[in-house]
């Protein structure tokens, strides 16, 4: 299996609905597998303008005006939505795509961008994701005809007709974080894809045997889970246009090659072959200047015809 590249956005520092298709187009015509972006309404540094775009009102757009990329959030914050609209929204942007669409979910981190928007945000909230999860999945996974109900701790549903369906049999999920047990065990339990975000380079190997660990006590197989990571990309064709490239996106050279997937052509080869060999199955570069197509077409013209 060659190692999966895909394009991972963050929209909330300043973009448009059009920057952000200029973007994903590129992706698809690029032969790129997907576009994902974050979900998040304040900006972590700078004014963020022209301002936060919601993220499943953009990919129902990016649904139309794209064909053949896959599309996603990496990931969709629990407090932001009920689990019930969320699963509507999802399964539409699937419908519309013709089956594009996956689903990263995780708790939420960023009081700030709750307070700003007025957006609860308790301070425990992994019970919510838990029961998120098996609301959404559930909902899903009801035959056409049947009800869905459930009860928990913090959501109530009766009787929904569970509608509508999505187009694929199962709308790939996606789980990340660090936690060293109750994570694990989630992952195992829901999702498709497990992800790393912007690791330490040296723990993504011992965290991907930790997540193997739980699919086996949970009765799975390793290669029923897609290990993936999230870095951030910043690739030259020489030492000149990869200094440009860091400097553009605020990172010092060394620190963004010692953190990311940075550096000149080679370098980052051997970055994603190292990957590789560790265990990580798919890669998704984090790439934060939307304006510099070009470094997409250096990834997909020098970089991915490398990798086997």
Do not use: C
């Amino acid at each position: 299996m060659t190692l999966d590249l895909r394009i991972f956005t963050e929209p909330q520092q300043g973009a448009t609905y059009d920057d952000q298709l200029a973007v994903a187009q590129a992706t698809e015509r690029l032969g790129f597998s997907a576009f994902f972006r974050s979900d998040h309404y304040l900006a972590m540094s700078g004014d963020g303008l022209p301002g936060p775009t919601d993220a499943w009102t953009t990919l129902a757009g990016l649904a139309r005006d794209t064909s053949t990329v896959r599309l996603g959030t990496l990931v969709s914050s629990a407090t932001f939505r009920h689990p019930g609209v969320l699963a509507i929204q999802v399964a539409q942007v699937d419908q519309m795509s013709g089956g594009r669409a996956e689903l990263g979910l995780g708790t939420g981190w960023f009081a700030r961008e709750h307070s700003a928007y007025g957006i609860p945000f308790p301070d425990k909230r992994f019970g919510i994701l838990e029961e998120q999860l098996a609301i959404i999945t559930g909902l899903w996974g009801t035959t056409v005809g049947e009800k869905f109900s459930f009860s928990g701790e913090h959501y109530q549903l009766t009787d929904s007709p569970a509608l509508p369906k999505p187009i694929q049999p199962k709308i790939p999920v996606l789980i990340g974080g660090g936690g060293p047990r109750r994570t694990p065990a989630l992952a195992a339990k829901y999702a498709d894809e497990y992800n790393q975000s912007f690791p330490e380079i040296d723990a993504i190997g011992p965290r991907i045997e930790v997540i193997n660990k739980a699919l086996a006590d949970a009765g799975r197989a390793p290669e029923s889970m897609v290990q993936s990571v999230a870095l951030v990309v910043a690739v030259g064709q020489d030492e000149a246009e990869f200094a440009r490239r860091a400097a553009a996106i605020g990172r010092e050279p060394a620190e963004v090659r010692e953190h990311g997937i940075a550096g000149t052509v080679a370098e980052v080869v051997d970055r994603l072959k190292a990957l590789e060999a560790d265990g990580v199955q798919r890669v998704y570069l984090q790439v934060l200047d939307l304006a510099d197509l070009d470094h997409l077409d250096v990834i997909a013209r020098e970089v991915r015809p490398q990798l086997g």
